[in-house]
Every structure is written in structure tokens, then in C-alpha cells.
């Protein structure tokens, strides 16, 4: 099993966009009749509608897993890492039209489920929410269909034939600066039926996980002393990583360059990322960030144990990139990504 998460570099807060709202619907019904699991390719839709004039930059939508997916009588329960949501399509009008495909909002195209952790649909939109209309308050709106998939396993012979569970999924909008703009609640059913096939060995099971305060990394560069020396910052036992076979992490950057809202732009390799971890049988590879991806880190199984790792982001001492650049604030999105060795 592949595990990604992505992990958001915000640099400010505080604005609220009142132009747009946030609505969604599902189509909540799944029946696992097969040890492959099951998809349902219309689980769920988020639609951002407004009307008049308006232009709405990185936005983001994020799935939270508020409880666990308990069965109906309460004795069983399904990981929320077996559960899945899938970009499918998008839809809707605005002017000039058409609205943004999902490679244009870059979107992963795989977000597995955390219980009580938020995960991001849509990390940082490159594409705005954007409307000029010809007409006063002309219509605007933007749906996005998602996929939901219990994913297959041996695991699923542990449930009696015909239990339902249930899964409550927070769905929340935020604009650039992490104000919400919407928020809705969806529970899915989730129903196992009699299984057939012979059941499989299940695939490597790696969880990577982000520490709250770690999931908005913040560089900051506030005196003449910070262009000479470089700035850095450390996040201490960040990423959190359980695996039971040997893994390798990778990071990328899902945009090419730090941007701002003003237009202006900073080479995304101008940062520099390191792991550390006092863990034994680990390996850390220090990096300049990069869109292409990038070995950060490998590790032997960790035998049921929880692995943490420090994250620092630096940049070097009397960069003329920094020095040059103007005063702004500056965003990317990171994705990191666990596999097997």
C-alpha cells in the first residue's frame, strides 16, 4: 500500500471571502461483496458557488475522519486507512468559462483517510475561484466529484457477512489565509457482504503522519541578519512513520516555485529540507526542495513501534534570491510519500 499526505507551507493568515459558499452532497452507500474491495465512483460532490465578480486564489478542501468506522452493533471496526478518496471530475460554469479541470487545480489523485486528522482534497488550488460576468451578480459555481474506495484485503474475512459500518467524514473549505468558508458532515455506509475469492496476503502497511503544528511550516526573514546568515526552522518529532516493512520516504513540491498573491515568485529549490531521527536503522538524505521527487529518508520495519522524525527547512546564509526578491509572502505545497523499499 502506498500512503501520501501532503503538507501545506503557509506563510500568512486572516481574510474571509464572503463572495463564495460551500456545499456538498454524497451518494453514500458502498456493499464490499469481493476480498479486492470495492469503489463507489460517485461518493461524493463539493460544489463552490457565489455570484458577481470575484477572484479567490489557493484555496483548499480537506476530508477529516471525525470518528472511528465502527460497525452498527459497536464490536468491529474498519481502519480508516483501508478508505480512499479518488478526484473523479470537475463541472460547472462561470465567466469566462470553463471552470478549472482537476490537473489544473492540482489535486492527488489518491488521499487515504486519518481518524481525527485532516487531510487535503485539494491542498493549495493552483487555479482560482474565478468569475467576471457580464451581467451584475452573473452565477458561478464549480463541482468536483470524488470516488470512494474500500480498499481489498485479508483483513476483511475478520467481519461477519452483512455488518454495516458507518463513516463520519468532515469535510472542510478554507481560503489562502485558513479561513473557513464552509464546512458540511457526511456519514458513509459501508456494508461487507459474503466475500468471494480466496483471501490475499495482505500488501506492506506503512502509516506517515504530520504533527499538527508542523503541517504549516513558517520561514521568516525579519532583519538584515537573516539575508546574511539564512533562516531556519525545526519541527521536532514531526513526521511520524509506523511500517511493517523496510520503507523509503519521498518529497516533492507540488508547484515548481514559492508564489505569492502579488505575482511574484521565489525558485522552490531555494529551500533546503533535512529529516533527523535518533532512531537506529535509519538513513536521511538533506535536500533542496524540488517538483521532481526526491529520496528523503529510509528505514527497516519498524515493528509495531511509532518512528518520529525531526523536519528542518533552511536556506543559506547571503542568498541573493532572498536578497533580491520582494517583500512578500510566499507559498508552495509539499507531498510526502511513503512506499516499500
Known amino acids: 500500500m502506498i500512503k501520501i499526505i501532503t503538507v501545506l507551507v503557509l506563510l500568512l493568515s486572516q481574510y474571509c471571502y464572503s463572495q463564495i459558499s460551500y456545499y456538498s452532497w454524497v451518494n453514500s452507500y458502498i456493499q464490499i461483496n469481493s476480498y479486492d474491495g470495492n469503489t463507489n465512483p460517485d461518493a461524493y460532490t463539493a460544489m463552490m458557488s457565489g455570484n458577481g465578480n470575484f477572484n479567490i486564489p489557493s484555496w483548499r478542501l480537506s476530508a477529516k475522519l471525525k470518528q472511528p ?36 487545480i492540482g489535486m492527488p489523485l489518491n488521499v487515504i483517510l486519518q481518524e481525527g486528522q485532516e487531510v487535503f482534497l485539494v491542498p493549495n488550488s493552483n487555479a482560482p475561484l474565478y468569475n467576471q460576468p457580464s451581467q451584475p451578480n452573473g452565477y458561478y459555481n464549480l463541482q468536483i466529484k470524488f470516488s470512494l474506495t474500500v480498499m481489498g484485503g485479508a483483513y476483511l474475512g475478520s467481519y461477519p457477512a452483512w455488518m454495516k459500518f458507518y463513516a463520519p467524514v468532515e469535510f472542510t473549505m478554507y481560503d489562502k489565509y485558513n479561513n473557513v468558508i464552509g464546512k458540511m458532515t457526511h456519514n458513509f455506509e459501508i456494508q461487507i457482504g459474503t466475500l468471494s475469492g480466496t483471501p490475499p496476503v495482505d500488501p506492506p502497511q506503512m502509516s506517515l503522519t504530520f504533527a499538527p503544528n508542523a503541517q504549516n511550516a513558517l520561514l521568516e526573514f525579519k532583519s538584515m541578519e537573516d539575508y546574511t546568515n539564512g533562516v531556519s526552522v525545526t519541527y521536532n518529532n514531526a513526521l511520524m512513520v509506523k511500517s511493517n516493512t523496510n520503507y523509503q520516504i519521498k518529497l516533492k513540491s507540488l508547484q515548481s516555485q514559492f508564489t505569492s498573491s502579488y505575482g511574484n515568485t521565489i525558485p522552490i529549490d531555494a529551500v533546503k529540507l533535512a529529516l533527523s531521527s535518533a532512531t537506529v536503522n535509519t538513513n536521511v538524505y538533506p535536500i533542496s526542495l524540488s517538483a521532481t521527487s526526491q529520496l528523503v529518508a529510509k528505514g527497516n520495519a519498524t515493528q509495531g513501534n511509532m518512528i518520529y522524525y525531526d523536519v528542518k527547512y533552511s536556506t543559506i546564509h547571503n542568498d541573493e534570491i532572498f536578497i533580491n526578491a520582494k517583500s512578500d509572502d510566499y507559498t508552495a505545497t509539499l507531498q510526502y510519500e511513503i512506499t516499500p523499499q
Open 69 to 104: 468506522i465502527k460497525s452498527t452493533d459497536g464490536n468491529y471496526t474498519i481502519p480508516g486507512n483501508k478508505i480512499s478518496l479518488h478526484p473523479v471530475a470537475s463541472s460547472g460554469q462561470g465567466e469566462p468559462g470553463p471552470v478549472p479541470t482537476i490537473p489544473q
